[in-house]
């Protein structure tokens, strides 16, 4: 969430909001329900929410049909349910997507007017706990990302001479977080009984699956008292503030001075840096305050990495000893074979015959972005290898898709040349062409 993209009130808000809580740690907000309900705040809300598009919940209702009626009137009618409190979340639509490592994960859409509000209600308290997350917590906040905390883990190898990681998963992290637990880590500083009711609520929604055989609701979170669901928009800060739990009590019971131990933390990832010789008790604390605090470490997927020998995967990249020309070695990163194995799916799925219904400025539209955003994120490190490699199967799976399309059978690579793909289809090139040699065959 950035300060710097909301309209000049909105943000004249969050600055006083976040300007207070970091004077006063200890500062609790009593009157904010009132701040949720402004017409600035939930036009901000709706812009953002609009801005990140999505699917249409469980009431079907989507952007189109609220713009095609009236947004103003919409946005009047969510602020009045709002001010009466008569607010009440709707189910969320749950759908499946697959998980890197195989297998399926749930995803939790909210109806558009519940991401609405959450956003709006993020619009307020987002400020107010930033100041109290820990510097080395990247995920979802204004100013950090995901390459700042790789660039924090490249210094504490290179420069703090940490030689043994955790690499650590947590199992389910998002759905297994203690409802009661983690409302108290709101209320530490937030004491508006609207608020907090509000977001009580969101935690305990019920979730709509549809099936061949009909819809079936579910209230597992109600049931059990765990979790926060993926896809909520308030989801985020909330795995945040309770991952911030983690680190307190890390640095609290001495963990960190005594083995010299950083923790990097991105949502639900984290590694656990340390020097030779520390890593085994670094690993066997974690584990305890994890149970402590209710998770579950998922142990097939946990391990110490001993590094120069070993490597580890984090955010998509591989982090370790590298070699360079000559054989020279460098800590660095390399995309990982995941990550590769990732956007070739994704361009294969892209390309099946089964679009071959679809006009093909459709298809570049749709690939474009695709290699454009797998290539703005694996930037860092040496990747014209691995840039040459996606964009060779991006060339290989179009070609073929074109073919297909046509009705005919082949690779057309004799029909369809790199020229035309590029200057001809407009399909973006991530490597430039190789200088000083020809296209034309010897």
Known sequence: MSLGTS???????????????KAEPTVR??????????????AEAYRRCRAN???AGSDGERFEDIEALGRSAWLEGVRQEL????????????????????????LGIPTIRDRVVQMAVLLVIGPIFDVDLSPRQFGFRPGRNAKMALRCIHFAIAHRGAREVVDADLSDYFNTIPHGDLMRCVARRI?????????????????????????????????RHRGTPQGGIISPLLANLYFRRFLLAWSR???????RAEVVNYADDFVILCPPGRGAKALAAMQHLMGKLGLTVNEKKTRLAVLPADRFDFLGYTVGRFFGKGGHSYWGTAVSKKAIQRVTRE??????????????????????????GWAGYFDQGPVTKVYRHVQDYANRRLRLWLMRKRGRKGTGYRQYSDQFLYETLGLIRLVPPRLNLSNAKV
Request: charged share 25%; aromatic share 8%; with cysteine.
């Open 191 to 223: 004491s508006d009984g609207t608020v907090l009711s509000v977001i009580r609520q969101w935690l305990d929604t019920s979730v709509l699956e549809r099936t061949p055989q009909g819809d079936r609701y579910s209230a597992e979170a109600r049931r």
């Open 53 to 55: 598009r999505g699917a």
């Open 253 to 259: 019971f001495g963990y960190a001075d005594k083995l």
């Open 347 to 372: 361009i294969h799925d892209a390309t099946t015959s089964r679009w071959s219904g679809k006009s093909v400025q459709s298809r570049i539209d749709e690939i474009n972005p695709l290699l454009r």
């Open 7 to 21: 309209p000049e009130t909105v943000r004249t808000l969050q600055t006083a909001l976040q300007t207070k809580a």
């Open 83 to 106: 001010l009466a409190q008569q607010y009440q979340p709707q189910p969320l639509l749950r759908v499946w997507i697959p998980k890197a490592s195989g297998g399926q994960r749930p």
């Open 29 to 42: 907000f009593y009157s904010l329900w009132d701040k949720v309900c402004r017409r600035d705040v939930l």
